[in-house]
């Protein structure tokens, strides 16, 4: 049951600019959580946001969510080339006995 | 600093074979979840524990069976490897009742199926 879809799939970019990810869900959540996975590695959570926040910052990165809209979004603001990693978004379902479910990824490239 | 250790970074088994991929974490967590990783499809849950002995299937359980003795130990075990089976594992660990928590993984065991 895949339940978030990351929007664009890829991305390139160059160093010190803005890169955007979106992530797109279907059912109701309890919290939103953005991975990043280095090429061939595990993943390392990013940031949690709460179905009852709206925006969340942590350093360089920037989440918001809209419920409403089932959607939430990742910016990295001035990107460096170790930014370069995939990113997945990862919601938690309002729902007992579940665990968290990833989209399938958004792979973002920074070049210097 | 190491939290979650998958004890094989790269593995080959041969079709047919009894496969065992082992995860230890030392958060004292009593969650812990199995996922596999494919290209364009992401990660997909296998199987998950919320507490020692106890197991609970996934979105694809066909094919593998888990064992949770300890509570810092998820082994996950395929019966009969075959060749679909090659992908990246990938375990993770939570701790409370799964809500409001982030994942720790670890780095994977890329197995392949010949």
């Known amino acids: 049951s895949q339940q978030g879809e990351e929007d664009p799939q890829a991305l390139s970019i160059q160093e010190g600019e803005n890169a955007t990810m979106n992530c797109s869900y279907k059912?109701?959540?309890?919290?939103l959580q953005w991975y990043r996975q280095n090429s061939g590695r595990g993943l390392v959570h990013l940031i949690l946001?709460?179905?009852?926040?709206r925006e969340k910052h942590s350093g360089r990165l920037r989440v918001t969510l809209d419920t409403s809209k089932k959607s939430s979004s990742l910016l990295i603001t001035a990107s460096r080339a170790a930014d370069t990693a995939s990113y997945f978004c990862a919601t938690d379902p309002n729902q007992a006995g579940t665990a968290l479910i990833f989209g399938k990824g958004t792979t973002l490239s920074v070049s210097s | 600093d190491v939290k979650v250790t998958q004890s094989s970074r790269y593995l080959v088994k041969r079709t047919g074979e009894k496969v065992f991929l082992e995860c230890v974490q030392d958060?004292?967590?009593?969650?812990m979840f199995w996922y596999r990783q494919d290209p364009g499809l992401g990660l997909r849950l296998i199987y998950f524990s919320y507490d020692v002995k106890m197991k609970e299937k996934g979105d694809i359980p066909e094919g593998y069976s888990v064992s949770r003795e300890k509570k810092e130990r998820f082994s996950l075990i395929l019966e009969s490897a075959s060749t679909n089976q090659t992908s990246m594992y990938l375990c993770a660990s939570s701790s409370g009742q799964g809500k409001g928590v982030d994942y720790t993984f670890g780095s994977g065991t890329r197995l392949t199926v010949v």
């Open positions: 958060m004292d967590h009593e969650n």
């Open positions: 946001i709460r179905s009852n926040e």
């Open positions: 059912t109701s959540i309890n919290n």
